[in-house]
DNA sequence: ACAGGATCCTGGGGGC
DNA sequence: TGCCCCCAGGATCCTG
């Protein structure tokens, strides 16, 4: 659920209350994640401090300043927050690390789908992302690569945006509304595309996210950001969960097709299987 | 190599 | 109100 804006969003807004905190104790519910979290994270942890949040793709690096990293992925419905330990702790919260100052960090997650690991430090974390085979990130990609990463395969566009070792952090949503805004057909084959719709194709996956970011990502349902906001971008989605309303462009119903296993949503006039885009509208700010 | 399905979960919405 | 079915920002494993 959370792609790249939202988990950009919730690192930016951490960054400023957890950074240079000390963990004081770890509490743990019952269920388990997809990851199973340890007792000994709690001796591990206690007494250390948080440097800077970081973002890897959709992954969030807490890393420790004597070198442990808190490696988490928000799932479909995970939520990281700082609070103030006197607030409420809502149902599905997980994982909560007491922090000197009153404060908790809190990992909340409804379906579960998210994980929570410590790393030893970062060569561990740089083999575990290596492992996955993890994509570079989309903002100034190589556009030769890239070029050369479409050309090499025969699946259709949406499969490869949702490809994490294609590249990082690209989801449901910013699959259909890049895939909108160059004016290509997800079911295209990727290598079927010419190197100047590969270039368009990469510019509107940095132009969306960095939209989207710029908005604090969209919350459709249960996304809220570090410090429990929402995002707003939703408000701006061109075709994702537009089925049967007009297309911005151009008016024809937006249509729904299940894609790589996705519901993927596309303009079937401005989005051809053949024809070359249509002109980009004129953005639209939040 | 790749498509498609099932799996891990909970909850919301629509239809009856 | 209840029940049943479908749907959901992801990743991973298995089958054909």
Redesign the pocket.
């Given at each position: 659920?959370?792609?790249l804006p939202?988990v950009e969003t919730v690192v930016r807004d951490l960054r400023p209350h957890l950074g240079g905190r000390t963990v004081t104790g770890l509490r743990a519910g019952r269920q388990?994640l997809?990851r199973p979290w340890s007792r000994a994270w709690e001796s591990d942890l206690v007494g250390q401090r948080f440097g800077e949040a970081a973002r890897r793709?959709?992954w969030i690096v807490l890393p420790l300043v004597s070198g442990p990293r808190l490696l988490i992925?928000l799932?479909?419905t995970g939520q990281l927050t700082v609070a103030d330990a006197a607030a409420p702790v809502l149902?599905?919260t997980h994982l909560v690390f007491a922090l000197d100052g009153g404060r908790e960090l809190r990992f909340r997650d409804?379906?579960?789908?998210g994980s929570v690991t410590l790393l030893s430090g970062q060569e561990e974390l740089e083999r575990f992302f290596a492992k996955?085979g993890l994509g570079p990130e989309p903002f100034g990609l190589d556009r030769r690569a890239w070029r050369a990463e479409l050309a090499s395969?025969?699946?259709?566009l949406k499969?490869v945006l949702?490809d994490?070792r294609v590249v990082a952090g690209v989801?449901?949503?910013y699959a259909d509304e890049s895939l909108f805004e160059a004016g290509l057909h997800p079911g295209r084959a990727a290598n079927a595309l010419t190197a100047a719709q590969a270039e368009h194709l990469r510019r509107a996956v940095e132009t969306v996210l960095t939209r989207a970011i710029d908005c604090r990502g969209?919350?459709?349902?249960?996304?809220v950001g570090g410090s429990g906001l929402r995002g707003g971008y939703q408000e701006q989605f061109r075709v994702y969960g537009r089925t049967g309303e007009p297309c911005p462009r151009c008016g024809t119903a937006i249509e729904r097709q299940r894609?790589?296993?996705?519901?993927t949503h596309y303009c079937p006039r401005c989005q051809r299987q053949r024809r070359s885009p249509a002109r980009l509208g004129p953005s639209v700010v939040c």
């Open positions: 659920m959370p792609e939202e388990r997809r793709g959709k992925h799932g479909m149902d599905h409804i379906r579960r789908f996955s395969t025969r699946r259709c499969a949702l994490q989801g449901n949503i969209s919350s459709i349902r249960n996304y894609l790589a296993g996705r519901s």
